[in-house]
C-alpha cells in the first residue's frame, strides 16, 4: 500500500514517514542531507558534485549534504582541495591561506568569483590581485611582514586587534557603504565616517562627536590610542608596527593598485 496524497494516513501497523513515499517504507537518506544516499553506502561512498559523504542517517545509512566552500586554512585541507572543498593560496607553499589571507579569499567566495576547489585565480579575484600586488605576503623575493599574523607589533596592538579591523572593513557592505570604497576615501574613512574634522582631538581631549563611520572603535584599538584621539590616530594610521596600520596598509595598497573587488566593487562579468 503507498500514500501519495497530502495527509494521506497511512494503516495503525504502518507509519506515514511523509506524502509521497511508501507506508512504513522510508528511503534511506530521507530527510538527511539532500536525501541522497552515498555510492556505495558505506564512508568511502561518493557523491555528486558539490555534495559531500559527510552524513548519516537513523539506520547508518551514509548520506550526501551540501558542501560549503571555504578557505583552506590547513596543509591537510590544502594537499586535498578537492576532497576538502577548499580554495588555496597559491601564493604561499603548500596553497595554505594564512588568516589574513582567508578573508580576503572568503570574500572571493562570498562574491562569486571562486566557485570551485583549488586556486582562487578567477578573474577579478580580490586574493589573486593582492597576492600580485604584494599587499599580502607571497613567496617571491622577501614578500613577508604583510600581514596580521607575521612578527609582532613593536608599537601596539595585537594579530587578533589587526584581524578584527580586516573583518569590519569587509562586513561594513559593499559599493558604496563600504567603509573602504575610494570613492568614499578609502581606508581613512572606515574611521572618520562624514566627520571632516576625525583628525582632531588628542589622547588628553579627544574628540569623538561626528566620528561615526563602521570600523572607528576597532582601529583606534588596533593603533593604540583612544577613540577621539585624531591627531594621534591620523599621524599613525598606516603605521605597519601597530595592528591598525598593518590592516590600513593592506587596503591601502589594494586601492593603490585597483583590487576593486577588494574594496567593496562589483566582481566582473563571466
Given at each position: 500500500?503507498?500514500?501519495?496524497?497530502?495527509?494521506?494516513?497511512?494503516?495503525?501497523?504502518?507509519?506515514?514517514?511523509?506524502?509521497?513515499?511508501?507506508c512504513?517504507?522510508?528511503?534511506?537518506?530521507?530527510?538527511?542531507?539532500?536525501?541522497?544516499?552515498?555510492?556505495?553506502?558505506?564512508?568511502?561512498?561518493?557523491?555528486?558534485?558539490?555534495?559531500?559523504?559527510?552524513?548519516?542517517?537513523?539506520?547508518?545509512?551514509?548520506?550526501?549534504?551540501?558542501?560549503?566552500?571555504?578557505?583552506?586554512?590547513?596543509?591537510?585541507?590544502a594537499?586535498?582541495?578537492?576532497?576538502?572543498?577548499?580554495?588555496?593560496?597559491?601564493?604561499?607553499?603548500?596553497?595554505?591561506?594564512?588568516?589574513?589571507?582567508?578573508?580576503?579569499?572568503?570574500?572571493?567566495?562570498?562574491?562569486?568569483?571562486?566557485?570551485?576547489p583549488?586556486?582562487?585565480?578567477?578573474?577579478?579575484?580580490?586574493?589573486?590581485?593582492?597576492?600580485?600586488?604584494?599587499?599580502?605576503?607571497g613567496?617571491?623575493?622577501?614578500?613577508?611582514?604583510?600581514?596580521?599574523?607575521?612578527?609582532?607589533?613593536?608599537?601596539?596592538?595585537?594579530?587578533?586587534q589587526?584581524?578584527?579591523?580586516?573583518?569590519?572593513?569587509?562586513?561594513?557592505?559593499?559599493?558604496?557603504?563600504?567603509?573602504?570604497?575610494?570613492?568614499?576615501?578609502?581606508?581613512?574613512?572606515?574611521?572618520?565616517?562624514?566627520?571632516?574634522?576625525?583628525?582632531?582631538?588628542?589622547?588628553?581631549?579627544?574628540?569623538?562627536?561626528?566620528?561615526n563611520?563602521?570600523?572607528?572603535?576597532?582601529?583606534?584599538?588596533?593603533?593604540?590610542?583612544?577613540?577621539?584621539?585624531?591627531?594621534?590616530?591620523?599621524?599613525?594610521?598606516?603605521?605597519?608596527?601597530?595592528?591598525?596600520?598593518?590592516?590600513?596598509?593592506?587596503?591601502?595598497?589594494a586601492?593603490?593598485?585597483?583590487?576593486?573587488?577588494?574594496?567593496?566593487?562589483?566582481?566582473?562579468?563571466?
Amino acid at each position: 500500500m503507498t500514500s501519495d496524497q497530502t495527509g494521506a494516513v497511512c494503516p495503525a501497523s504502518l507509519t506515514t514517514a511523509s506524502t509521497r513515499v511508501a507506508c512504513g517504507s522510508v528511503p534511506p537518506c530521507f530527510g538527511v542531507g539532500t536525501d541522497v544516499e552515498a555510492t556505495p553506502d558505506t564512508a568511502a561512498g561518493t557523491c555528486p558534485s558539490g555534495t559531500a559523504n559527510t552524513a548519516t542517517d537513523g539506520a547508518g545509512n551514509f548520506c550526501c549534504a551540501t558542501q560549503t566552500l571555504v578557505p583552506c586554512t590547513t596543509a591537510a585541507m590544502a594537499a586535498a582541495p578537492a576532497a576538502n572543498f577548499c580554495v588555496t593560496c597559491q601564493g604561499k607553499s603548500g596553497g595554505v591561506c594564512s588568516p589574513t589571507e582567508a578573508q580576503f579569499v572568503q570574500l572571493d567566495i562570498t562574491n562569486k568569483i571562486a566557485t570551485a576547489p583549488g586556486p582562487d585565480n578567477e578573474k577579478g579575484s580580490c586574493y589573486l590581485c593582492l597576492t600580485a600586488s604584494d599587499c599580502v605576503d607571497g613567496t617571491e623575493l622577501n614578500d613577508v611582514g604583510n600581514e596580521c599574523e607575521d612578527t609582532g607589533f613593536s608599537s601596539a596592538g595585537t594579530s587578533a586587534q589587526c584581524e578584527a579591523v580586516i573583518t569590519c572593513v569587509l562586513a561594513s557592505g559593499t559599493g558604496a557603504a563600504q567603509c573602504a570604497n575610494p570613492g568614499l576615501g578609502g581606508i581613512g574613512n572606515c574611521y572618520c565616517g562624514t566627520d571632516a574634522n576625525c583628525f582632531a582631538g588628542t589622547a588628553a581631549a579627544p574628540i569623538t562627536a561626528g566620528v561615526n563611520s563602521a570600523c572607528d572603535t576597532q582601529i583606534a584599538i588596533a593603533l593604540g590610542f583612544p577613540l577621539g584621539d585624531g591627531v594621534d590616530i591620523g599621524a599613525n594610521f598606516t603605521d605597519p608596527t601597530r595592528a591598525g596600520g598593518r590592516a590600513a596598509q593592506i587596503f591601502n595598497c589594494a586601492q593603490v593598485d585597483n583590487c576593486n573587488t577588494c574594496l567593496g566593487g562589483s566582481a566582473p562579468s563571466p
